[in-house]
């Protein structure tokens, strides 16, 4: 395990690093958050009970040390929310919204009517309502929960691992008296639990916690509302005619601010649903804009933000692939629960990793936004169109931008809460996902698919297991396991079950171990796989703007100069349209953060690794230092893109200031780079596939349509072994594929009922303009 030190590390430099918090926060968080006990604290296992977490000692105390635990642990009804239903029925706004729904249509130019029989009904629709919203929880029931998990949680789980340093900050936090919000990544149904069983072992005040009404279950719904659980409606505009129900929305905002007011913690998923990919998905940012409205409002004066980290060897739903093949969700049931929890009692699923980021306060956050001044934010049409078209008319960007840039920086202005609400749900689900651990099923899964596809001899596979556990703690990530990595690579494989396959060479009795081969193992396999993907994606980026670079350079040649040289703003800019391409699957960079920078910091990264070398020629030439004032003069915002051809031509001008290289010819480079062009491989060719699709679009055609026909189209090519990657073929690449295309001017879509309606643009309506889109995927290919 990684030494707690690197993580201290990473809590100072937080300031540096997160340019959106001003750096005095972090000091000041330090200074009430962090004692100089941490870094000595290490990590623990929170399932292992015995006597000695008790006050009494012997042999019944050895026999009943659950029950004896959870007994001395810190919850009474007290700590929880009073009068919640009366309190939020009596509100202001509330009152203002019933009146309104009972109100009935009047004749223009006169009054509306209220009946008081009306009024009563609506009443009691709210009162409806809020019977489903408001959690009554239960102490008693709490404490009963936490002895069932202990028994459970120890039966299907090796261990879970939280550090015991940010549990004290969070404790540290607790006395602040101001509401905490627990914001974790969501990748299992377990994640509702986890959290609440972590802060009752520590005597933590329990979380009222936002779930969806699909989990609205018959008995279950009970025990999940005497836990702290509250439902909530998936879409906030579910009415018949579509149109915004106002009273939902006030008894839901005032719900929040009540909860808020009485200093409650709250728990809230910003991806509104589980991972379906093993990456972190798109923020959906609802819930957290009313804790926000809740804090202009002054319904609390301060609340601190935790984003959280979770991390499974295995996730207890096993796999997505139905709904990755295509397959409608199917809906929870009291059955399936049942049926699921007697599978889990079956099997082991090894271990699991919590990790809490640091605290943080959302008034220092919006004032700090509000003094800062206004970035000129690109549209994804903007920053990439002209990289796909460079010969279209106004391929730069307007002067005029900016004039539609929230002017304003006041909490008042509607464009700045927006663009606030949208900073902040990327800045926490960016910190959620690098707290989180890298499990050993994830690094095995990643080395079968990206760099022993065809297999390996199991000595090989512990080695590069070794050296990729090495390189993700080099990179400042943390691991989710420990011991010899003949030990922990044998529990990957045995987890990983039927998605790998050993055989027993007649070589020295070595075991020959490969990925399975069929669709679900595969997409199985992808999904533990991109739980490593964050580490090292810039770099993957980076890895495949080369390939587009030095291919394009090969085939056209440069002034006659050598091509394996490597104009370094030119590799940055490729890099820089990746990443917009690529935007709707990760996030690179913190939104305060510039992508061109975080680009040129990633090809410097890869010079001090020795695999991109600057060029002898030019020693003298090199980049400047990335102080901040001489990045702004290397690349100004807003910036405009250069067809390739223009960069080519002005590689080696007299007034080129620009930095060149080459790559390093070492086997090991050069295997390193082609694994990182592999990563996204699947990626590529999954979007460079939905490119050619397009160019036999006939419509137009409904949005739910055209995904299907695509997702049809990709499933084939993988079932007729066309596919270099069968898990191109994932939904959720098709979905974020098309999202992609909508958002940068290929398709139109316009609302019809329920449904949206996909044409083609004019833009791309030419069969040339497609033609570049599947020339710019492409170039970044590896074949």
């Given amino acids: 395990m990684r030494d707690v030190e690197g993580w201290i590390e990473f809590v100072v430099q937080a300031g540096q690093e997160y340019e959106d918090l001003p750096l005095f926060f972090f000091l000041i968080s330090q200074d009430n958050f962090f004692n100089a006990s941490i870094p000595s604290l290490g990590l623990r296992n929170v399932i292992y009970i015995n006597e000695t977490h008790t006050r009494y000692r012997g042999w019944l105390a050895r026999r009943f040390c659950y029950v004896l635990f959870v007994q001395e642990r810190d919850v009474h009804k007290g700590m929880f929310a009073k009068n919640l239903t009366e309190n939020v029925l009596n509100n202001s706004r509330v009152q203002k919204a019933i009146v309104d729904e009972a109100s009935e249509p009047s004749a223009p130019g006169s009054f509306a009517q209220t009946d008081p029989k009306a009024i009563n009904k609506v009443k009691k629709k709210a009162r409806k309502i809020l019977q489903e919203m408001v959690a009554n929880v239960s102490p008693a029931l709490i404490r009963l929960t936490g002895w069932v998990l202990l028994k459970l949680f120890n039966s299907f789980f090796w261990n879970i691992q939280i550090h015991r340093g940010q549990i004290e900050m969070v404790k540290a936090a607790t006395e602040m008296n101001l509401p905490l919000i627990f914001l974790p990544v969501h990748k299992s149904h377990i994640d509702y639990l986890l959290l609440t069983f972590i802060l009752f072992c520590h005597n933590i005040k329990a979380p009222y916690i936002a779930a969806g009404n699909n989990l609205n279950i018959p008995i279950f719904s009970t025990l999940i509302r005497k836990l702290g659980g509250f439902f909530i409606r ?221 297999g390996t001899d199991l000595s090989r596979l512990v080695e590069d297991f070794f050296s990729m556990k090495e390189e993700v703690l080099a990179r400042d990530f943390d691991l989710g396991f420990s011991g010899n990595s003949d030990d922990v690579v044998m529990h990957a494989i045995h987890l990983l079950g039927n998605c790998v396959n050993i055989t027993n060479t007649s070589r020295n009795n070595e075991f020959f171990i490969t990925p399975s081969t069929t669709i679900p193992a595969v997409f199985e396999l992808n999904f533990y796989s991109n739980g490593v993907l964050h580490v090292f994606i810039k770099e993957a980026i980076i890895a495949c703007s080369l390939h587009a670079v030095q291919s394009r350079r090969y085939r056209n040649g440069t002034n006659g100069a050598s091509p394996s040289l490597i104009s370094q703003e030119h590799l940055v ?107 996204l491989g699947p990626l590529l060719e999954a979007y460079s596939s939905a490119v050619i699709f397009v160019h036999n679009f006939s419509g137009p055609v409904s949005e739910s349509e055209y995904l299907q026909k695509l997702h049809r189209h990709l499933i084939s090519r993988t079932e007729k072994n066309v596919a270099v990657y069968a898990e191109s073929a994932t939904y959720s690449h098709v979905k974020n594929a098309v999202k992609v295309f909508k958002e940068i001017g290929v398709f139109n879509q316009t609302k019809q009922r329920r449904d949206v309606i996909l044409e083609l643009s004019t833009t791309f309506l030419p069969q040339r303009n497609r033609q570049k889109l599947l020339e710019f995927v492409m170039s970044f290919m590896v074949l």
């Fill in 234 to 454: 998936r879409k906030l505009d579910q009415s018949p005619d579509g149109r915004k129900d106002f009273l939902y929305r006030a008894l839901l905002y005032v719900h929040i601010e009540e909860l808020l007011r009485q200093q409650q913690f709250l728990e809230i998923f910003l991806e509104g649903t589980r991972s379906r990919s093993g990456k972190t998905s798109g923020a959906r940012a609802g819930l957290l804009s009313v804790v926000v409205d809740a804090l202009f409002s002054n319904a609390t004066p301060d609340v601190l933000i935790i984003p959280v980290g979770i991390s499974y060897d295995r996730i207890i739903e096993g796999h997505y692939n139905s709904e990755q093949l295509g397959k409608p969700k199917k809906n929870e049931s009291l059955w399936s629960i049942a049926r699921g929890v007697f599978r889990m009692l079956r099997k082991n699923y090894g271990c699991v990793r919590v990790d809490f980021a640091q605290p943080f306060s959302l008034k220092e956050y919006v004032n700090s936004q509000s003094q800062k001044p206004v970035p000129a934010s690109l549209s994804l049409e903007q920053a990439l169109l002209p990289a796909i078209l460079p010969s279209r008319p106004n391929d730069t960007v307007d002067e005029g931008t900016e004039a539609s840039l929230p002017n304003s920086r006041d909490i008042t202005s509607e464009p700045f809460r927006r663009e606030l609400i949208s900073n902040l749900a990327e800045h926490i689900l960016f910190t959620a996902n690098k707290s989180c651990a890298v499990m050993s099923t994830h690094i095995v899964a990643c080395l079968l698919l990206y760099r022993h596809r065809q």
């Fill in 573 to 679: 800019r490729k890099a820089a349209s990746l990443c917009y391409l690529l935007s709707n699957e990760f996030t690179v960079s913190l939104p305060c953060q510039v992508i061109y920078q975080v680009c040129h910091e990633s090809v410097e990264r890869l010079i001090q690794y020795g695999i991109l070398l600057v060029a002898e020629d030019d020693q003298e030439d090199v980049s400047p230092s990335l102080t901040e004032q001489q990045w702004d003069k290397k690349l100004p915002e807003p910036l405009s893109w250069r067809s390739d051809e223009e960069d080519e031509d002005s590689d080696f001008g007299e007034e080129q200031r620009d930095c060149y290289l080459k790559v390093s010819q070492s086997q090991e480079h050069q295997q390193y780079i082609t694994f990182l062009q592999r990563l």
